[in-house]
C-alpha cells in the first residue's frame, strides 16, 4: 500500500500543525466551514482496524457549512483550492470533487492556486484527501 507524503503545512499563523492518529483505510465524510477563507476541515475515516473516527480541524467561525457523505464506490478525485498573497498564506478556498461528480466547496477565491494530485492505486478517497489535509493542517483556531 502507498504511504501518504506529509507537504505542507498551509494556513494562518493562529493555528498548529495536526495531524491523524491511525492509520486510514476509507473516507467516510468530509465538511468545510469557511467564510471568507477556510475556517475549519472536517473528516470522519475508518482506520485498518474498522474504528471509526471524526476529526475537525480549526475553529468554529464562518458561516457557510458544507458536508459530504461519501457513498459506496466513491471517492475523491480532485482537491483543489486558493490561498491569500504573502505573508499570509491562509486558505481562501477549497474544492473536492468525488467520482460520480459530487462537489464540495467552501471560502472565497484568493490570489494564489494550490491543487494536489497524488496517483494512488489503493484506498484512493482517504489518501488523497490526507495528503491535502496535512498541506492545510494549520488553520487559525
Do not use: C, H, M, Q
Given at each position: 500500500m502507498s504511504k501518504p507524503v506529509k507537504?505542507?503545512?498551509?494556513?494562518?499563523?493562529?493555528?498548529e500543525p495536526?495531524?491523524?492518529?491511525?492509520?486510514?483505510?476509507?473516507?467516510v465524510r468530509v465538511?468545510?466551514?469557511?467564510?471568507?477563507?477556510?475556517?475549519?476541515?472536517g473528516f470522519t475515516y475508518v482506520d485498518t482496524s474498522g474504528n471509526l473516527h471524526e476529526e475537525e480541524w480549526g475553529g468554529s467561525e464562518g458561516e457557510k457549512f458544507e458536508e459530504l457523505l461519501l457513498q459506496e464506490l466513491e471517492y475523491v478525485l480532485e482537491i483543489s483550492g486558493t490561498y491569500g498573497s504573502s505573508p499570509e498564506s491562509y486558505v481562501t478556498s477549497l474544492e473536492l470533487v468525488?467520482?460520480?461528480?459530487?462537489?464540495?466547496?467552501g471560502g472565497?477565491?484568493?490570489?494564489g492556486v494550490l491543487s494536489v494530485v497524488v496517483n494512488l492505486v489503493l484506498?484512493?478517497?482517504?489518501?488523497r484527501l490526507y495528503v491535502f489535509l496535512l498541506c492545510v493542517?494549520?488553520?487559525d483556531t
Open positions: 507537504i505542507g503545512p498551509w494556513g494562518g499563523d493562529g493555528g495536526r495531524d491523524i492518529e491511525y492509520t486510514p483505510l476509507a473516507l465538511a468545510i466551514r469557511s467564510g471568507d477563507a477556510i475556517n475549519a476541515i468525488t467520482n460520480k461528480g459530487r462537489t464540495i466547496r472565497t477565491a484568493g490570489s484506498f484512493p478517497s482517504f489518501l493542517s494549520v488553520i
